[in-house]
């Protein structure tokens, strides 16, 4: 997902019979997505917790990785710190009261390594003032980065709250440590993977879906008809979202391409037309389940009635092919411990010399759809990201590959832009980037019976 974020909570109140009928073939090789149901709110809370629990296990390995002896996090109801989200059990919705968390590196006498509090009155404080007197932290890690959320979730009046409530005398022992938040939020248990590949074909079932002749009339239905059949779709399986859903005509503009200053970067979902023959469409799509989002950018092509695979353009798969090895060349560049900056330039020295003009802009994804992690640059920033740029790729995280090439299409006489987004998880067993689900490598299909009388233009 690129540009602006609006976030949409939904009430999950429907049902409807979710049966994928397949009309295509599938567009990752030899697969063919369904939709996957959710278990029951009761279990979902047992998954989450249980994922919880794993991460929480994490903490004092993390305080030793980057030499910090004590984390604290404090937050009101309504107010939380980024990093509470990651912590929350699945029945919490929000922080209460004062909610205050303490983790140390390596308690002594015993002590356990993590405390939390939900309070309204000076309790918080008197124990805490115990707990750092008897533990003797020399360093104590508050999130106050002022660019990164997941290490800057303090709030303001909590901090001052927090130096008042703890006393002076340890001001000068706190300290930040921007990865520990970032690596907290970023790292995905492996328990988590087989939910999130579940999420991941369901997106793309409801993609396919969305991308077919029972969903679009050609001449009739608009892309925003289709954005919204999206937001009905999730929201009928139960799903929710963490993105509008955006559906656009590739006309070679109205999409970032770089050849085409004008295209707002505002207002993706242009244009809102009826969806014709003979389009090359894209959606950029998202699910939200169990703490999980997932990222996607697919493309289709409508053919012309009575037309087949073999009738779509030749340009056109060569531009999808194209935008496959773009993948490639940023997958095989993503090298655990470098930074988002090294490997975007990396990438695109790579893909210049390979005589392929795009944009990069990957990003980490799952517990948040644009989560903690480095990027890999951004539409608007391809020599560099500052900061977020500059951290380290982390393995056991999830990353949405998120690029473009361009291609001229000769059938078109112009050269249009193939965006693709797929998420890939780290595999610990092959030591490499892995697609959660696959990748797109052929056009989902708009098909239409043929019509008398009418035929397809003679190409260019
Ligand atoms: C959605 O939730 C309702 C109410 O809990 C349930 O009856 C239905 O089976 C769920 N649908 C799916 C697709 O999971
Ligand atoms: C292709 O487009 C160019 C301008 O971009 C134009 O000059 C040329 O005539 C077009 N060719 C055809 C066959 O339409």
């Known amino acids: 997902m690129r540009g602006p974020i609006v976030l949409l909570t939904y009430l999950l109140n429907s049902w409807t019979v979710c049966a994928t009928v397949r009309a295509h073939v599938g567009t990752a090789p030899g697969k063919t997505p369904q939709v996957q149901a959710l278990p029951s709110l009761r279990e979902q809370a047992k998954l989450l917790d249980g994922w919880t629990e794993e991460r929480k296990a994490l903490i004092p390995g993390l305080l030793r990785k980057y030499g910090v002896d004590a984390w604290l996090m404090s937050q009101r109801e309504y107010a939380e ?6 912590l929350k059990e699945a029945t ?8 205050t968390h303490l983790f140390l590196a390596d308690p002594v006498d015993g002590a356990p390594s993590s405390y939390s509090w939900i309070e309204n009155t000076e309790v918080v404080w008197t124990e805490l003032r115990q707990i750092l007197a008897t533990q003797q932290p020399r360093s104590i890690a508050l999130n106050t980065h002022s660019e990164i959320a997941f290490s800057g979730g303090l709030h303001a009046g909590e901090l001052d709250a927090v130096v008042k409530g703890v ?5 000068d022992r706190f300290v930040l440590e921007p990865m520990l938040g970032v690596e907290l939020v970023a790292t995905m248990v492996k328990s988590r993977l087989p ?14 879906e969305g991308f077919s002749e029972k969903t679009i009339v050609p001449g ?3 892309s925003w008809d289709i954005e919204w059949w999206m937001r009905e ?3 009928s399986l139960n799903y929710t979202t963490w993105f509008q859903p955006s559906v656009f005509i590739l006309t070679g503009k109205g999409f970032p391409a770089a050849d085409d200053p004008s295209a707002s970067m505002d207002d993706p979902r242009a244009p809102d037309r009826p969806i014709e023959y003979g389009d090359l469409i894209h959606t950029d799509f998202g699910v939200s389940a169990l703490g999980l989002n997932t990222d996607t950018q697919h493309i289709g092509y409508v053919l012309y009635p009575g037309e087949t695979e073999a009738d779509v353009p030749k340009g056109m798969i060569e531009g999808l092919k194209k935008v496959n090895r773009l993948q490639d060349i940023v997958k095989s560049n993503m090298k655990v411990g470098m930074t988002g900056n090294e490997i975007l330039k990396a990438s695109i020295e790579q893909m210049r010399s390979e005589g392929i003009q795009g944009k990069i802009y990957c990003h980490a994804t799952g517990e948040w759809g644009h989560s903690a992690g480095t ?8 020599d560099k990201v500052p900061v977020l740029g500059d951290l380290p790729l982390l393995r056991n995280t999830y990353y949405s590959i998120e690029l473009f090439a361009e291609h001229f299409v000769p ?4 050269t249009i832009v193939f965006p693709q987004e797929e998420d890939v998880y780290w595999d610990d067993a092959t030591n490499s980037w892995q697609w959660v689900y696959g990748r797109q490598e052929e056009l989902l299909l708009i098909r239409t019976p043929a019509v008398d009388g009418m035929e397809a233009p003679t190409e260019l």
Not at 81 to 86: C, S
Not at 167 to 171: A, C, I, L, N, Q
């Open 220 to 222: 009739k239905s608009t």
């Open 167 to 171: 006393g002076e005398e340890w001001k």
């Open 375 to 382: 990027v890999i640059g951004m539409t608007n920033l391809q």
């Open 92 to 99: 919490q919705f929000s922080a209460r009261r004062r909610t």
């Open 195 to 208: 939910w999130y590949q579940k999420m991941m074909e369901t997106a793309w079932a409801i993609i396919e």
């Open 411 to 414: 059938e078109r006489n112009r």
């Open 233 to 235: 779709k999730i929201q």
């Open 81 to 86: 710190d980024t990093v509470f989200w990651a």
